[in-house]
């Protein structure tokens, strides 16, 4: 995904599961804006969070939503060794003494990879983001931060 503007602010954002779970429970913050995302245009996703809110849907109407997520924002697609890269950043962070899962460090590489801002709430992206050293941006809300 290439960004349309130029700018931080105007980067495209990957949002991490746990900020449309609060979305979808209408935390008004979020809710406010993960929609002014949606409007600029700026929304892309992973298959990995799609199948994370597809596996806590509990109404069809959820799981229609949640299918459709690859149909109305950008995917970012999966470049060879992907996993690879995202398990030797892992690696790395343990022999620092920091953790952060598999699945997290795949999120970071991939956000890293396609040049997004990524907007999490998850607390171990967010301590090991120096050390994880990949010029991964992140999001928080109006602002974009190394």
């Given amino acids: 995904m290439t960004p349309q503007k130029k700018g931080p602010l105007a980067l ?5 599961t746990p900020v449309w779970q609060d979305y979808f429970r209408k935390e008004r913050r ?11 245009g700026r929304v892309c996703c992973l298959d990995i969070v799609v199948a994370e809110l597809l596996l806590t849907a ?9 299918r459709d997520f690859t149909r109305i924002f950008p995917v970012l697609r999966e470049p060879p060794s992907a996993w690879v890269e995202a398990a030797f950043l892992a690696s790395k962070l ?25 907007y999490t709430t998850n607390k171990a992206l ?3 983001r ?9 999001y928080s809300p109006g602002k974009v931060f190394p």
Avoid at 12 to 16: A, K, N, Q, R, S
Avoid at 32 to 38: D, G, K, V
Avoid at 58 to 66: C, H, L, P, V
Wanted: charged share 30%.
């Fill in 12 to 16: 495209p954002v990957l949002i991490d």
């Fill in 58 to 66: 509990k109404t069809e109407g959820e799981i229609k939503i949640f």
């Fill in 126 to 128: 967010q301590r090991t």
């Fill in 130 to 138: 120096k050390a994880m050293n990949l010029g991964l941006k992140f």
């Fill in 30 to 40: 979020t809710f406010r804006e993960i929609n002014a995302l949606m409007d600029a």
């Fill in 94 to 118: 343990r022999r620092q003494r920091k953790r952060l899962s598999l699945r997290d460090c795949y999120v970071a590489v991939l956000a890293r990879t396609h040049g997004v801002a990524l």
